[in-house]
């Protein structure tokens, strides 16, 4: 399978540890979304990565629907469970992980794309805030996790290390529990190996 990926995409970077983690190798094409000649809306008529191109020519989008599709692909543990009150609890976790992606993503591409006399400083300020909201959640929540690095977990890890990565919001010592349930998984091998590159 062929994942056409950007290498700081963090959508992209949830698909790839979803696969680390279920054992599956997928080939990694590079592709620049935002290209004025980008091929990609002939696999994600959206313009977006993650897309991926599975061995029989099917082209699958977007984050969500890659990693269960990835999970249908292996024997091993089920990263999204397959039924019951977990599986909500995890698809709800990924949603409030993926939101705090999109604003995450929404407060980037005001501050580093659009001219500085184009920003609209109250949009920035919004999307900052339900990154806040949203991992103030997370640190309220990760005390039930136990042990478990399932599909919510992933993406919240990753919602948090883009987070750092972009320093859109300072959160460590505001949100100590979330802080050290982060620091439980950091060092975990599909995490390393996945860290995003500038």
């Not at 599956?24 to 979304?33: F, G, V, Y």
């Not at 000649?37 to 699958?60: F, H, Q, R, Y």
């Not at 990835?70 to 709800?92: I, N």
């Not at 982060?182 to 860290?195: C, E, I």
Request: proline share 7%; hydrophobic share 45%; with cysteine.
């Amino acid at each position: 399978m062929k994942l056409r990926f950007s290498p700081t995409s963090p959508y992209v970077r949830k698909v790839r540890i979803v696969a680390l983690e279920a054992g599956i190798e997928l080939e990694l094409i590079p592709t620049a979304p935002w290209a004025a000649d980008t091929d990609l809306p002939k696999d994600n008529p959206l313009g977006k990565v993650p897309a991926l191109l599975t061995d029989g020519g099917e082209a699958i989008y977007d984050s969500p629907v890659i990693c269960e599709y990835l999970d249908a692909q292996h024997s091993g543990r089920k990263l999204v469970p397959a039924a019951g009150g977990e599986r909500w609890r995890q698809l709800c976790l990924q949603a409030l992980a993926d939101g705090i992606l999109d604003a995450a993503v929404a407060a980037r591409i005001e501050t580093a794309m659009r001219p500085e006399d184009k920003r609209w400083p109250h949009w920035i300020e919004r999307q900052n805030a339900a990154v806040l909201r949203g991992l103030e959640t997370l640190d309220q929540e990760c005390a039930g996790w136990g042990g478990d690095f399932l599909i919510g977990q992933i993406a919240a890890l990753v919602a948090v290390e883009y987070v750092d990565f972009r320093h859109s919001v300072e959160w460590r010592d505001r949100l100590p529990a979330l802080a050290d349930w982060h620091a439980k998984w950091a060092g975990r091998a599909s995490v390393v190996a996945t860290q995003p590159k500038d």
